[in-house]
C-alpha cells in the first residue's frame, strides 16, 4: 500500500538483480505464475463489505505498501489481514483491500480484492482513483531500497498476465487515453494520458510506489514485462 493506506497467474518466473541499470538484470528463466486465492488470508471472516465494481481496464498500476521490508514468510498473511481491517476501517472505508493483486518479498502472488482472478474488479487508491486500471502492490517501503529480486520477478509475470488478459500494449511508450473519475492529481472529467504500465503518483499526489520502484515502473518495467508476454493460452496456477 501507500502511505497514508497502512496503519501506524499463466506461465513465466523471472529472477531480476539490481535495478541500478538494464545490464544488471539477469535473463529471464520462464515457469508458471502461482496466484494465491483470498481465501488463504482472508478465510470466511473478512468478506467484502459491500459489493465491487468491475472495471473497465486500460492500463496497469504500482504500488508499494510503504510497510516493512522483514516480514517473515509466516508473516505476510498477517500483515495482508491487516491491511484489510485498515482499508474497510473508518478512516478508510473502502469495501475490501484496495489492490486487486499482493506481492510480498519471497515472490509471492497473492489475489487481494474478491474476485480479482476471476475478472476485472475496480480498486480503490489514496488520493482518489480514476480508474481504469488493475493495482498490483508489492509489500514493502522501496522509497530507499529496491524491492528482492523474487518481488520483482513476481510483478513483471503478474502484469504480463493481465495486460495478456486485459489486451494492453505494454511496449515501451505505449500510452492510453481516459476521462478521470477523479483524483486529487487529475479532476473528474479530466482527459488523462498515461504510459499503460504506470506507478501510483502518476495518478494521484503520493510518494508511492517509493522512489527507487518508481524509476523501474518508469524506465524499465515496460520492457521487462513486454518480453514476457505470450499468447494467453492457460490461466494462472492457484494454490489450494
Not at 493460452?233 to 489450494?240: A, G
Amino acid at each position: 500500500m501507500c502511505e497514508q493506506c497502512l496503519p501506524t497467474l499463466s506461465r513465466r518466473h523471472l529472477m531480476i538483480g539490481s535495478i541500478g541499470s538494464r545490464a544488471d538484470l539477469p535473463r529471464p528463466q520462464v515457469g508458471p505464475l502461482v496466484i494465491r486465492p483470498r481465501s488463504d488470508w482472508a478465510g470466511t471472516e473478512r468478506p467484502p463489505q459491500r459489493s465491487l465494481a468491475t472495471e473497465d481496464v486500460r492500463f496497469l498500476l504500482v504500488h508499494h505498501s510503504a510497510g516493512s521490508n522483514r516480514d517473515r514468510p509466516e508473516d505476510i498473511a498477517d500483515t495482508i489481514r491487516s491491511i484489510y481491517d485498515f482499508h474497510t476501517g473508518r478512516d478508510r472505508g473502502w469495501p475490501d483491500i484496495a489492490y486487486n493483486f499482493l506481492i510480498d518479498a519471497y515472490g509471492t502472488v497473492w489475489e487481494a480484492r474478491a474476485g480479482s482472478l476471476a475478472g476485472p474488479v475496480a480498486g480503490d487508491a489514496t488520493g482518489g482513483n480514476q480508474g481504469f486500471s488493475q493495482l498490483v502492490c508489492l509489500l514493502g517501503d522501496f522509497t530507499y531500497q529496491a524491492p528482492t529480486a523474487a518481488a520483482l520477478g513476481s510483478l513483471v509475470q503478474t502484469l504480463a498476465w493481465l495486460a495478456d488478459r486485459h489486451g494492453i500494449d505494454t511496449a515501451p511508450g505505449a500510452e492510453v487515453g481516459f476521462t478521470s473519475r477523479g483524483s486529487n492529481r487529475h479532476a473528474e472529467g479530466a482527459l488523462v494520458t498515461t504510459a499503460t504500465i504506470a506507478g501510483h503518483r502518476s495518478m494521484s499526489q503520493t510518494r508511492c510506489p517509493g522512489d527507487v520502484l518508481f524509476a523501474y515502473v518508469r524506465d524499465q518495467l515496460s520492457g521487462e514485462v513486454t518480453k514476457e508476454r505470450r499468447p494467453l493460452t492457460t490461466e494462472p496456477l492457484t494454490t489450494e
